[in-house]
């Protein structure tokens, strides 16, 4: 099974936004990037890589334009890239730019758009500050980056003006990226594409008041395809939106870190934690850049928060919703016409 080990933020300050998550969630820096498409600072929270870009070109935006601010595409560690891309591209995936450096294992991307057009990255070796499979046999970690002697000054101001709002010493929450929402008119067929191209398993279902969908998992992340039933639920990007929606960090308490979110910046969206339950929930924010945040407690479906360690927590999967029973089967025969797989026999 291929893996989510990348999650891209467009914003105008990369450095200002790396101290916001270093201060709030605990991210280290990965390293820094001055490439000729973008510039930018890469955290990690030990596992997964999050990407603060600030394009260069119009073509380096690859369709958003260089003012759009937001979430911009995630990444896939491909256990074989090119059977992976081969998958992608017969259920519907187009190429965009990048080829694989094999011969010097060097950092790369082969970016693919998917059927809803969400950009995704493919590599063999991982992004800065991740790991392939933690707590498993044959894990592969990726070493950090290193920075960009020319960004000192701005490493600096950023620093010295986060100073200002949240001191160095303020104590963080830590918190590990394990969520993100693609906004799609059609989650199974969608869902089906994921399947069959990275081999990410359907574990479970919502219908929701505010949204309908499926939740998928690589095994540790949780990924969730929603199609949104009102503009409350759309949280500002409209119903016809089709893209990354938000993401989602998982924490000890929501109450200590909402404080920190407000102070820096963020705002309150919608939701509280349900701790007497522990059922399944989100709070949502909005942090300095307007991106949706977001924050639970007690994880996302099909999710691990510390794999390998003796503290993990893992959250199973929820049940399917019987009435999508016809959807599911639809976008499965959708599927396999279009890959010639034969159908899976009905149970």
């Known amino acids: 099974m291929d893996t989510v080990?990348?999650?891209?933020?467009?914003?105008p300050d990369p450095w200002l936004t790396a101290e916001y998550y270093k201060r709030i969630f605990a991210l280290d820096v990965a390293g820094e990037t001055d490439s000729s498409l973008a510039e930018g600072v890469y955290l990690t929270d030990g596992v997964i890589n999050l990407a603060l870009l600030a394009f260069k070109s119009e073509e380096a935006s690859q369709g958003t334009g260089l003012d759009h601010i937001g979430l911009h595409h995630f990444g896939v560690w491909a256990e074989d890239l090119e059977a992976t891309a081969k998958r992608a591209e017969a259920a519907g995936a187009e190429w965009v730019m990048g080829e694989p450096d094999y011969r010097h294992n060097a950092s790369y991307e082969v970016k693919y758009r998917e059927r809803n057009g969400v950009i995704f990255d493919l590599v063999h070796n991982g992004w800065a500050g991740t790991q392939s499979r933690p707590g498993e046999l044959g894990n592969v970690v990726a070493k950090p980056r290193g920075l960009v002697e020319h960004y000192n000054e701005r490493r600096a101001a950023a620093a010295e003006k986060m100073n200002a709002i949240l001191p160095r010493d303020t104590a963080a929450t830590p918190g590990q990226l394990r969520h993100f929402?693609?906004?799609?008119?059609?989650p199974w067929s969608t869902a089906e594409f994921f399947k069959y191209a990275f081999g990410w398993e359907v574990v479970g279902e919502t219908d929701s008041s505010i949204a309908e969908g499926t939740f998928m998992s690589d095994?540790?992340?949780?990924?969730a395809l929603l199609n949104f039933k009102n503009e409350k639920g759309a949280q500002g990007k409209g119903l016809d939106f089709v893209g990354m929606h938000h993401f989602g960090i998982w924490i000890d308490e929501v109450a200590p870190t909402q404080k920190l979110i407000e102070q820096?910046?963020?705002?309150?969206?919608?939701?509280e934690p349900d701790y007497r339950h522990n059922a399944a929930y989100e709070v949502k924010f909005r942090e300095i850049n307007g991106v949706i945040l977001d924050l639970v407690h007690n994880g996302w479906a099909g999710t691990q928060r510390r794999p390998g360690d003796a503290d993990n927590m893992v959250t199973g999967p929820r049940p399917l919703v019987e009435r999508y029973a016809e959807r599911r089967a639809s976008a499965a025969q959708e599927l396999d016409a279009k890959v010639g797989r034969e159908p899976v026999p009905a149970e």
């Open 219 to 223: 095994g540790l992340f949780n990924i």
């Open 264 to 271: 820096a910046g963020g705002e309150w969206v919608m939701g």
């Open 5 to 11: 080990r990348h999650i891209a933020i467009q914003v």
């Open 181 to 186: 929402a693609i906004s799609t008119q059609d």
